[in-house]
């Protein structure tokens, strides 16, 4: 079954500093990837999203990600934090005949000043 | 930018009771998905609906649970006899079709079962 892995359910950076996102996916077949962003109190918005064209991927507020088969990951990074990106950030796989989508546990960013 | 809208809000209600959740999804758009998130927990697929039935339920989506696009904007959730542990926030999202879609979400209805 496809899956996706988040690793570390927090991630503190300061302001400035590299944000480093980690995901990992499961599948038998090339998957459709997906980082979406959560602020409080909102909705899932997409960042970017992996569909075989580019490893990697640009997507809004900076971020990107890179897919990695050998690693059979699709890691979020971005440059330089800045505190309007503390944020809840999910990693998912589109699956199934109508491309449900499958969702890690989440990592909660933190940027400190 | 067209957006996907969700009310209530926030909607309390008694246990046993009926609830319907709405959703306004984007007016083109030809698929159709309610999801929830367990306060603390990750955000899980309810339901998908394409051409006026659904396409794939998970385990959770149980008699209790159905979907229904009453006209041609709306898409709703209903859930016939509350229970505590449905209380949760309840996504709904849209996208044009197609593996390599986004879906587009709304900002959910925080359900509070008492």
């Known amino acids: 079954a496809q899956s996706v892995t988040q690793l570390g359910s927090h991630v503190s950076v300061s302001e400035g500093a590299l944000v480093l996102l980690r995901c990992n996916y499961s599948?038998?077949?090339?998957?459709?990837l997906f980082w979406y962003v959560q602020y409080p109190n909102q909705g899932l918005q997409l960042l970017l999203k992996?569909?075989?064209?580019?490893?990697l991927v640009k997507g809004i507020n900076g971020f990107e990600a890179e897919f990695k088969k050998s690693e059979t990951s699709f890691h979020l990074t971005k440059p330089s934090a800045h505190m309007s990106d503390a944020a809840e950030y999910f990693c998912?796989?589109?699956?199934?005949?109508?491309?449900?989508?499958?969702f890690g546990t989440g990592t909660r960013l933190q940027v400190f000043p | 930018e067209p957006e996907v809208t969700q009310t209530p809000s926030h909607q309390v209600t008694q246990m046993g009771q009926e609830v319907i959740l709405r959703c306004v999804p984007i007016?083109?758009?030809?698929?159709f998905y309610w999801y929830r998130q367990i306060l603390g927990q990750k955000v899980e697929f309810l339901v998908s609906?394409?051409?006026?039935?659904?396409?794939?339920k998970s385990e959770i989506f149980d008699d209790q649970f159905s979907v229904e696009r009453p006209d041609g904007s709306n898409f709703t959730l209903k859930i016939r006899s509350t229970k505590l542990e449905d209380s949760a926030m309840y996504f709904c999202?849209?996208?044009?079709?197609?593996?390599?879609?986004?879906?587009?979400f709304g900002d959910g209805t925080r359900l509070s079962i008492l």
């Open positions: 999202a849209s996208s044009e079709g197609g593996s390599a879609q986004p879906q587009h």
């Open positions: 599948s038998s077949v090339p998957p459709y």
């Open positions: 992996y569909t075989s064209a580019a490893t």
């Open positions: 998912a796989v589109g699956v199934g005949i109508s491309d449900k989508l499958i």
């Open positions: 007016s083109n758009h030809l698929y």
């Open positions: 609906f394409y051409n006026n039935e659904i396409s794939e």
